[in-house]
């Protein structure tokens, strides 16, 4: 028995996505193994990843968005928002500050490149039931993911 309890704590300190939520060194391993995954076919953020990427008010609006999309139709969330990218061919030279970390709250600034093409993401993190989530994405092109999604969901589609 006493096996296994230490081969789930080395299988969970793996899972970046179960960092507890405790300080400013778990919020930057949370990050840190966000961007990590970027190799071979990359995350699932959007997908099967996404609860235990996303705070739920964020992920609800991400999935109401997917939603309310007619079919053939693109999203307005039509890219991973972590790297801030349709495609990758792998992300390198990754730099995260985090600021933060009591309390249950953080900010990570996370730089990085795609290709020739440098990027620069801040993160809004908080504590859900004692893991790190993402609350919402600052880029340049989208100062608030949270915004630009009740933004898009308030304006009617047009059906094809």
Same mark, same amino acid.
Request: proline share 7%; hydrophobic share 40%; aromatic share 6%.
């Given at each position: ?6 081969? +789930?704590?080395?299988? +969970? ?10 300080? &400013?060194?778990?919020? *930057?391993?949370?990050?840190? *193994? ?14 099967? /990843?996404?609860?235990?990427?996303? &705070?739920?008010?964020? +992920? ?6 997917? &939603? /309310?999309?007619?079919?053939?139709? $693109? ?18 030279? $990754? ?11 953080? =900010?990570?600034? $996370?730089?990085?490149?795609? =290709? ?20 919402? $994405? ?14 898009? +969901? ?7």
């Amino acid at each position: 028995m006493c096996a296994c309890r230490y081969a +789930l704590a080395a299988l +969970l300190a793996l899972t970046p996505a179960v960092a507890l939520a405790q300080d &400013a060194a778990s919020a *930057g391993r949370f990050v840190r *193994g966000l961007y990590s995954a970027y190799h071979g076919s990359g995350p699932d953020y959007l997908g099967g /990843q996404a609860k235990d990427v996303f &705070a739920p008010p964020l +992920l609800k609006l991400i999935r109401r968005d997917a &939603a /309310q999309t007619p079919p053939g139709d $693109v999203p307005a969330l039509d890219g991973d928002p972590i790297c801030d990218c349709q495609d990758f061919d792998g992300i390198r030279d $990754v730099d995260a500050k985090i600021i933060g970390g009591a309390g249950g709250r953080a =900010s990570a600034t $996370v730089q990085f490149w795609i =290709s020739n093409d440098p990027r620069t993401v801040r993160l809004d993190l908080v504590a859900v039931h004692g893991h790190w989530r993402v609350s919402d $994405v600052h880029t340049a092109e989208t100062p608030s993911l949270i915004a630009f999604l009740r933004q898009s +969901l308030s304006t009617p589609k047009s059906r094809k």
